[in-house]
């Protein structure tokens, strides 16, 4: 037993095989044979780029959310401006500036880091990193949106609304209630 603060330990064992199975237009489905003790193992998953969300409060607590329809859970959920790391070499606080400017059309003066999360550590190797921003205001010009982004509908909302809906099991995406609880409990530090 040990007194050290609980954290996730990096290990890796030997990949004795790797291949694509599935080659996707956003992301692919990878299968791993893995050496793992006296034997091997074999794990698919989802090999994906990564993401950044945007966890933006205003002066008066309320947090932008945004509702855009997802066709893999059949909702027009409220989640946070979020995207994909699928630009090469991009940094991921430029990743999270460029997704609030071209979902919400909004800029911040002030950046910091949130939370970063593994969104199913069994099926899938995406982390998101999600980052605070204030001083919130809007861009020179609209961002033109296309495809599922093109209806999107952004709403300032209370953070203890936000809380209370997540509670409540009425709002179900993973990044939103993530950045909601971490915003929330840092607030009562």
Not at 141 to 166: M, Q, Y
């Given at each position: 037993m040990t007194d050290a603060p609980i954290a996730d330990e990096p290990t890796t064992f030997d990949v004795t095989d790797s291949s694509v199975v599935y080659e996707g237009v956003v992301w692919d489905i990878r299968r791993d044979t893995v050496a793992y003790g006296d034997g091997t193992m074999v794990r698919e998953y989802v090999d994906h780029t990564g993401a950044v969300a945007v966890y933006a409060e205003d002066d008066e607590g309320r947090v932008l959310v945004i509702q855009q329809y997802r066709h893999p859970v059949g909702l027009r959920d409220w989640e946070l401006p979020a995207g994909l790391l699928d630009q090469p070499g991009e940094d991921h606080l430029t990743a999270a500036q460029r997704e609030l400017a071209e979902e919400a059309d909004l800029e911040a003066d002030d950046w910091s880091h949130l939370v970063t999360y593994n969104t199913s550590s069994g099926g899938s190797d995406?982390?998101?990193?999600?980052?605070?921003?204030?001083?919130?205001?809007?861009?020179?010009?609209?961002?033109?949106?296309?495809?599922?982004?093109?209806?999107?509908?952004?709403?300032?909302?209370?953070?203890?609304?936000?809380?209370?809906?997540?509670?409540?099991?009425?709002?179900?995406?993973?990044?939103?209630?993530?950045?909601?609880?971490?915003?929330?409990?840092?607030?009562?530090?």
């Open positions: 995406e982390f998101i990193e999600i980052f605070r921003a204030s001083g919130v205001r809007p861009t020179g010009s609209a961002f033109e949106r296309e495809a599922e982004e093109a209806d999107i509908v952004t709403r300032w909302v209370p953070r203890a609304e936000l809380v209370e809906a997540v509670l409540a099991g009425r709002l179900h995406n993973s990044a939103l209630i993530v950045a909601v609880l971490a915003a929330e409990a840092a607030a009562r530090r």
